[in-house]
């Protein structure tokens, strides 16, 4: 495939999709590509605070870490060429989901939620799927936020069954479709 690098937008890449679509992994191999500055805004949060997203959940509850992740959103959406992977929920509030749709491209990694549970099986960092039934919390997120993934995104992506480098190609491809068409409707 041609490096299709240097014809890309220069606008921010920003990450939405839920816990295990990637996102974070994602983000981190196209900015490498790209050789662009590369943000997590759950690492953001964390480092700021000097606590993990767990104790933070712990301590404040989930309000208190929507709070910090607007703040964070607000912030590091108003980079310009950045690539950023947002946290699961960062859709929730109407105030993210405007900020990332008007500073940049936003990506929804989709994915089925046989892979999100798969991808998340051992995990022990997020708060939310410490329950006895995982599964089902995952399905419901799922029914809440698909509308709102969808509402945000300019483009979708879908992860399963093809490796991270493999959508990381997709991804510069449709790009590439997008800026091809924005141009041609200037
Ligand atoms: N396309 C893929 N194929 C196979 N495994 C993947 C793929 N994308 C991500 N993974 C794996 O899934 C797990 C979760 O990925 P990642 O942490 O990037 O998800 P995330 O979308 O950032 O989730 P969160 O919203 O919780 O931050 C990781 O172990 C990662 O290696
Ligand atoms: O889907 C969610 O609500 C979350 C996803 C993670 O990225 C973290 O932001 C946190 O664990 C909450
Ligand atoms: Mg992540």
């Known amino acids: 495939m041609p490096d299709v690098q240097p014809r890309l937008t220069t606008q921010s890449i920003f990450l939405i ?44 509850g989930e309000a ?19 690539v950023l992977a947002t946290g699961g929920g960062a859709i929730l509030r109407p105030e993210n989901r405007q900020h990332l749709r008007e500073r940049g491209v936003v990506i929804f990694l989709r994915t089925t939620l046989t892979q999100q549970l798969a991808r998340t099986r051992k995990d022990r960092h997020r708060p939310l799927l410490q329950t006895a039934d995982p599964k ?16 945000t995104a300019h ?21 590439l479709e997008l800026d091809l068409t924005t141009l041609g409707a200037q």
């Open 64 to 82: 208190g870490f929507r709070e910090r992740e607007a703040q964070m959103i607000d912030e590091l959406t108003q980079q310009e060429g950045i």
């Open 17 to 60: 999709g839920p816990m295990g679509a990637g996102k974070s992994t994602l983000g981190r191999l196209l900015a490498a590509d790209l050789k662009r500055p590369f943000y997590d805004s759950d690492l953001v949060i964390e480092e700021r605070c000097g606590a993990s997203i767990p104790w933070i959940f712990d301590l404040e």
């Open 136 to 151: 089902a919390k995952l399905a419901q997120l799922r029914e809440e936020r698909e509308p709102l993934y969808q509402a």
């Open 155 to 175: 483009l979708i992506i879908d992860t399963d069954q093809r490796p991270p480098r493999q959508v990381m190609m997709d991804i510069k491809q449709r790009l």
